[in-house]
């Protein structure tokens, strides 16, 4: 991410605002250009120049779908982070396997047969 991108995901944190992937595509391809002056606005070549707050509003006003509010993210999900602890939980719930029944035993011949008799004597036995 380009320094004015990190600058334009700061000012929509900084207004309360989550811009997702659109929002932040679209304002590279709008600051294609352009360049951070020394009084800390952002100027757009034979356009002139913008402060990061105006641009952020032009752009939620432009693409009010692209934007969310910060305190919309979902409870569960940590800000930041090792995201190993929640692919550890993703994976032990899908490890749960449904139970087999006498109907799915007489569908199923060979391999698949066997297989699963193993898993449904072991389901039994517990």
């Given at each position: 991410?380009?320094?004015?991108?990190?600058?334009?995901?700061?000012?929509?944190?900084?207004?309360?605002?989550?811009?997702?992937?659109?929002?932040i595509?679209?304002?590279?391809?709008?600051?294609?250009?352009?360049?951070?002056?020394?009084?800390?606005?952002?100027?757009?070549?034979?356009?002139?120049?913008?402060?990061?707050a105006?641009?952020?509003?032009?752009?939620?006003?432009?693409?009010?779908?692209?934007?969310?509010?910060?305190?919309?993210?979902?409870?569960?999900?940590?800000?930041?982070?090792?995201?190993?602890?929640?692919?550890?939980?993703?994976?032990?719930?899908?490890?749960?396997?449904?139970?087999?029944?006498?109907?799915?035993?007489?569908?199923?011949?060979?391999i698949?047969?066997?297989?699963?008799?193993?898993?449904?004597?072991?389901?039994?036995?517990?």
């Amino acid at each position: 991410m380009s320094d004015l991108e990190t600058l334009i995901v700061k000012e929509a944190d900084r207004q309360g605002r989550r811009a997702n992937q659109d929002a932040i595509r679209q304002a590279s391809v709008d600051l294609a250009g352009a360049s951070l002056t020394s009084q800390g606005l952002i100027n757009l070549p034979g356009r002139g120049c913008i402060s990061p707050a105006d641009f952020v509003r032009d752009l939620h006003s432009r693409m009010p779908e692209c934007f969310g509010t910060i305190d919309s993210q979902a409870p569960t999900a940590k800000a930041a982070g090792n995201l190993t602890e929640r692919y550890k939980a993703e994976i032990a719930a899908s490890r749960t396997q449904s139970r087999i029944t006498e109907a799915d035993l007489a569908r199923y011949s060979g391999i698949t047969r066997q297989h699963l008799e193993e898993r449904y004597g072991t389901a039994k036995a517990k």
